[in-house]
């Protein structure tokens, strides 16, 4: 085994290469067809086997999971990159095929313009949302176009948990889907109505009843300030990159309740997937790993995520498009021409890809661990009350009451944060203010070294610890959209009150006992 | 010994940033001794075409992981990779796979 000292000695000699798919040979599925990609460790297609095998990909991984049913509103986040734009694309195809096998929801496209958190100049972002409404408008569906800065007016209902009734059985969809190809072959006069939201016609394709494209007035020139400001105050690259992500997601998840979308399609490849789940671990994102890599993603409640594309290899799309003529435009990103060590994204990013080019089996391996990953709920207790939400990223609270490792991190790192310590005499064993863990404790009553406490405590103490640790690198929290630290605010104000009352609820298990709990 | 060859070099999916911006490229590469296959191209491509950041472009003697080479529009991992002999008229396309999603 490796011993310390240890030479290994000459390099391993020199293996013949494998034998390569040529030319000469045959499509490996017709075995008749000239093959123009390799798929996998030399699975050579033709063009029309891999077309085939591509929209068969993405049929299947939504028929698997059966989770969007007839008729639903479904939001499909454009980024303008090749893999988003490939799936609006399968959308659009999927949705114009004969009746059997037709796709058959309600689709809409949502647009999120970055150019301020890039540092694009107006007239870049201008000359790119031209190009974009070309495509839109090629396409067809509903559009919305937003620019980040509308972060600053978001509600700060947007970072709520909203409960939905459950959608019930797998019965309940294959019955969904019976009744609603019934009703498509009602007969043509006094025909009912679908009672479901976003009816459909079902004479034209995609049955969108008015095309409602909605598009705000342009940013004004102090939000735009505004936005780069937050974004220039962010200290690391990585910081920034999950910054813009979660803004990103509150953003399309407003859009989406507003125009009552229940679903939104990201468009998420096999390798960014499996790029994001060990960026995730190297985050302190490890609890949440099957939420952010996983083909649905429930976390707000309402709107539910999904990811129809995360078998596609980013090989596969860049290929389709290239082969099929799928339109994409290209947009600089926050790290655009970053060098290989500016974020943790890249790093790892460049450590699978390089992984991938010796071992081709990486991100295939890695996506399958994804794939088992289980949401198990916190504690087992699937009765009982949710429990608290990260205010950014909105899953359930990783981080225990005092007691655990990460909270006494926390409550340290705080402390070291704080401003001039309390008086001797009034700090027996803990520290006042010792807001850094779970708020069980209280802070202390009534005493008024508490109040000087500065807000950023409040919004920390209710992050989970992925996001506390990106929060380190935000030296100031005034930047941030107000809707965050309204949020923030309004929980931790309710979190006292109830602290306040739970001394005076007789607990039910005291009733035999005197006095209060 | 290699006669001069007129190539059409194409660049996609971020990749032309590190080019001016400029996705298509006629090229004429000069008669010399080796053959001209894509190892040689890219070593051209080094030091006549690429403006900035080479270690974004050109790992070693082959292109950085995440970047994809289209040879006639066909996979070039059936053709040989680097070791492609190129032919007049060949359109050679780089596309890169690490931008956007």
């Known amino acids: 085994m490796c011993q310390e000292g240890e030479d290994y000695g000459a390099p391993a000699p020199e293996m013949p290469p494998p034998p390569r798919a040529g030319r000469e040979l045959k499509c490996v599925k017709c075995k008749e067809g000239l093959p123009v990609v390799v798929i996998r460790a030399g699975d050579a297609f033709c063009r029309d086997c891999f077309k085939a095998f591509y929209v068969h990909k993405f049929r299947a991984v939504l028929g698997k999971n059966r989770l969007i049913f007839p008729g639903e509103k479904v939001l ?9 734009s490939s799936m609006i694309w399968q959308v659009l195809e999927g949705l114009s095929r004969d009746s059997a096998k037709r796709l058959r929801f309600v ?53 709520r948990y909203l409960a939905q009734e459950p959608s019930g059985t797998k019965g309940a969809y294959k019955a969904a889907v019976d009744s609603f190809l019934q ?32 598009e705000a007035q342009p940013p004004t020139a102090a939000q735009t300030e505004a936005l780069s400001r937050l974004f220039d105050s962010v200290k690391t690259l990585t910081a920034k990159e999950e910054l813009l992500q979660t803004l990103r997601t509150h953003l399309i998840l407003h859009v989406a309740r507003t125009h009552g979308y229940s679903k939104v399609m990201t468009g998420d490849s096999c390798t960014r997937l499996a790029i994001k789940l060990m960026t995730s671990l190297a985050l302190g994102r490890g609890a949440f790993l099957a939420w952010d890599t996983g083909f649905s993603d429930e976390r707000h409640g309402d709107v539910v995520v999904v990811r129809p594309m995360r078998e596609h290899t980013l090989k596969e ?10 339109p994409s435009v290209f947009t600089p990103a926050v790290d655009t021409k970053a060098p290989e060590k500016s974020s943790i994204h890249r790093l790892m990013e460049a450590f699978m890809l ?17 794939e088992k990953l289980v949401k198990a709920p916190r504690d087992g207790s699937a009765g009982g009350p949710p429990g608290p939400r990260c205010l950014l990223c909105m899953c359930a609270l990783d981080i225990d009451t005092a007691d655990s490792a990460t909270a006494f991190g926390a409550q340290t790192s705080h402390l070291s944060h704080m401003q001039p310590p309390t008086p001797p005499a009034e700090a027996p064993t803990t520290p006042c203010c010792s807001a850094g863990a779970g708020r069980a404790q209280g802070c202390c009553r009534g005493a008024e070294p508490c109040r000087r406490e500065d807000p950023r405590a409040h919004v920390i103490e209710q992050l989970c610890y992925g996001c506390r640790v990106n929060m380190k690198d935000l030296p100031s929290l005034d930047p941030l959209p107000p809707y965050i630290l309204t949020e923030a605010q309004f929980r931790s104000q309710r979190a006292s009150v109830l602290q306040e009352m739970q001394e005076y609820l007789i607990d039910s298990d005291d009733e035999a006992q005197t006095g209060e709990s | 010994m290699a006669a001069p060859l007129s190539v059409e070099v194409e660049f996609g999916g971020g990749a032309e940033l590190l080019f001016d911006g400029v996705k298509k490229h006629q090229v ?45 529009d066909a996979d070039w991992e059936l053709l040989g990779e680097l070791d492609y002999q190129l032919q007049d008229q060949d359109s050679v396309l780089f596309i890169s796979t690490l931008h956007g999603g």
């Open chain 1, 76 to 84: 499909l986040a454009w980024s303008g990159g090749p893999s988003s």
């Open chain 1, 107 to 159: 689709p809409g496209i949502v647009y999120v313009d970055e150019g301020a958190a890039c540092g694009q100049s107006p007239e870049d972002r201008a000359r790119t949302l031209a190009e974009m409404k070309l495509i839109l408008q090629t396409v067809g569906f509903p559009w919305h176009i937003v620019a980040l800065e509308e972060v600053f007016s978001l509600p700060p209902s947007v970072l």
């Open chain 1, 183 to 214: 009703q498509q072959h009602a007969p043509a006069e006094g025909e009912e109505q679908l009672s479901q939201p976003g009816s459909q016609d079902p004479q034209s394709p995609a049955g969108l009843p008015t095309a409602a494209q909605t």
């Open chain 1, 317 to 326: 799309v860049a290929f389709y498009n290239r082969l099929f003529a799928v």
């Open chain 1, 354 to 370: 390089r992984l991938q080019a010796q071992f081709p089996s990486t991100v295939s391996t890695v996506y399958r661990t994804s």
């Open chain 2, 28 to 72: 004429t590469l000069p008669g010399q001794e080796e053959p001209w296959d894509i190892r040689n191209l890219l070593v051209w491509i080094k030091k006549n075409l690429l403006k900035e950041r080479p270690e974004l472009f050109i790992q070693g003697d082959s292109v950085r992981p995440g970047i994809l080479v289209l040879i006639n």
